[in-house]
């Protein structure tokens, strides 16, 4: 009777075991494609950005640039499909945070290491790792700034500091002189090591930078070839002008910030003005029924 009693008791919990009650607990929740497909994307940035260190670390410096050319490309293109698909998630936030770091930390300080930054032994291995520790502190306040609700429209305009792409293409500038026919020498490796430091540090620097985006979305159809020849030439030819003409355009930058700040404090100066106006000075006499200061009224203050 005991051992009968005992087993029906067994048999109820297992009837009412929650597990077995509700089998959508044992199911994964599906992931919609236009979830993975961004994901996807960042991904293949990093897998260029770990390839440049193989190249370099096999003196193939022309595939190693052209793999982190390959990543800022895809970098551009994860975040704008995951908008267009909203695809959007934290997830994916957290894996390009992961990815940049990679792409654009990482691999350009060893691929400039493994070029020549060797040569100073722990000195240029100091430079490389200054610049990418740089760079995750550059992606670590861009993440912070990202949700700032505070902050004024226009300076959606601006980065702060050098973005992480662009730091790591400017770097590698020493290495495209080389392919112009430059000899490395010793000048040229101290120069790097200076040069590194210089651009890690406009990487969390407080400087503007201009961010692209008051540029034009759209391209009218009969500029749409020639944008194409002149973007291709710019990668594959003009790399080395685009980065001078890029550090060029860095003091500019600062200048059109600060007149956004000159134009946004203008109106509140002026409201300001007009508020101790109204509360300071009287109101006028009319006839016999002027207002004294030191009278009390009970008409409600002119800031209520």
Known sequence: MAGSGASRYIGAMAIASPSSGDPRRRRFRRIPVRTLAPNMVTLLAMCAGL???RMAFEDRYVLALAAIVFAAILDGIDGRLARFLKGTSRFG???DSLSDFVNFGVAPALVLYFWGLHELKSV???AAMVFAICGGLR?????VMAEEPDRPAWASNFFVGMPAPMGAITVLLPIYVTFLGVPRSSVLIWSTLFYTLAIALLMISRLPVFSGK????RVPPELVGPVIVIVVLSIGLLITLGTLAYLASLPFGLLSYRRYQQRSREPMGEGMREVVRETVLPPPAVGGNAVRPNEQTDRPSPLH
Do not use: D, K, P, S
Request: charged fraction near 15%; proline fraction near 0%; glycine fraction near 12%.
């Open 51 to 53: 390839t440049a260190i």
């Open 93 to 95: 936030a957290e894996l």
């Open 124 to 126: 240029g291995w100091i």
């Open 139 to 143: 992606l670590a306040r861009f993440n």
């Open 214 to 217: 008051r540029v034009g979305t």
